[in-house]
């Protein structure tokens, strides 16, 4: 360049490796130039070697105060100039691959980063879902229904719980084999899904049982149409590879207001509900009602009894 401003411009417009700069310039002083150039780019960035005379010394001591990297004096000694670029130029090549390196393990961690994010949610996912039919697991369950329960007072929203039990899915799952049985628990969930009221929540319990947590609306007539839609869902005919399956369910029904808003008796009383269900015909829905609990507590009396008089 032929001058400061040529230099400037240059500086802006292309890449450099080094820059001598002359301290004394027709328009623009070298020092100027040089703080310009620190505006943007550091020492490391882009070394500046200053050009100056003997009787230049205050300007040197202005050059490296403003971010000089090394000075050289006229005339040059051209063998003493070269090692102090060549000083520069390996103290930037390595200071580029100190960056490079910084960059690409930034990357890396970003990308790992990204992978642990993914795997945590991936694992948040499986803690909390069936992995074979993507509803939610029993777990999940439990702690929905519990939250449902311990927000009655809240939002005034009784939940009611309904356990499904297909019907006919052992004999199937026996002749065809288990593969065959998950790929009808598969259908049976996504039929579920289908046909699940907004708000609704559904987890397979194990098994071919499955829970519904049914919100809002007016308990327990809410619940029992929930119920009856499913078991007809369920009546209509499964079709895997060109057969056709009926295997139909018993749902039983509890709601949170008829078992002491308590989560483990909520559940029982649905199982139960469900067990009459089945006793009364299957693919059917029933309504718990607490005399339920003490016809089987009465049954369990006697059969405790008959068990001691025979002992």
Excluded: W
Aim: charged share 25%.
């Amino acid at each position: 360049a032929s001058g400061g401003r040529q230099a400037i411009e240059k500086l802006s417009g292309e890449s450099f490796d080094l820059v001598l700069l002359d301290i004394m310039m027709p328009d623009l002083s070298g020092n100027e130039v040089l703080r310009q150039l620190r505006k943007t780019r550091s020492d490391v960035e882009l070394p500046v070697i200053m050009v100056s005379a003997k009787s230049q010394s205050d300007d040197v001591v202005e050059s490296l105060t403003l971010g000089a990297n090394d000075y050289v004096i006229k005339p040059i000694d051209f063998s003493v100039a070269l090692a102090r670029i060549n000083t520069q130029l390996a103290r930037k090549r390595a200071a580029d691959a100190e960056l490079a390196a910084r960059l690409d393990l930034e990357v890396e961690t970003g990308r790992l980063h990204e992978a642990i994010e993914h795997n945590t949610d991936q694992l948040h996912f499986l803690a909390y879902h069936d992995s074979l039919t993507g509803l939610l697991n029993r777990a999940a369950f439990r702690d929905l229904l519990n939250q449902a329960l311990d927000n009655i007072n809240v939002s005034d929203e009784e939940p009611a719980l309904v356990f499904i039990d297909l019907d006919h899915f052992k004999s199937v799952n026996d002749s065809h084999g288990h593969e065959f049985g998950d790929r009808l628990l598969k259908a049976v969930a996504d039929r579920l899904i289908e046909i699940a009221s907004p708000g609704v929540q559904i987890a397979r319990l194990g098994g071919d049982e499955f829970g519904v947590i049914v919100l809002g609306g007016e308990q327990p007539a809410t619940a029992m149409t929930e119920a009856e839609k499913i078991v007809e869902a369920l009546r209509q005919p499964f079709v895997l590879e060109g057969q056709h399956f009926h295997i139909g369910a018993s749902c039983g029904v509890a709601r949170a207001s008829s078992c002491a808003e308590d989560l483990d008796v909520l559940i029982k009383a649905a199982d139960l509900a469900m067990y009459h269900a089945k006793a009364s015909g299957r693919s059917g829905a029933v309504l718990f009602e607490p005399r339920m609990l003490e016809e089987q507590e009465e049954r369990r009396a006697l059969e405790e009894d008959l068990r001691a008089a025979v002992h």
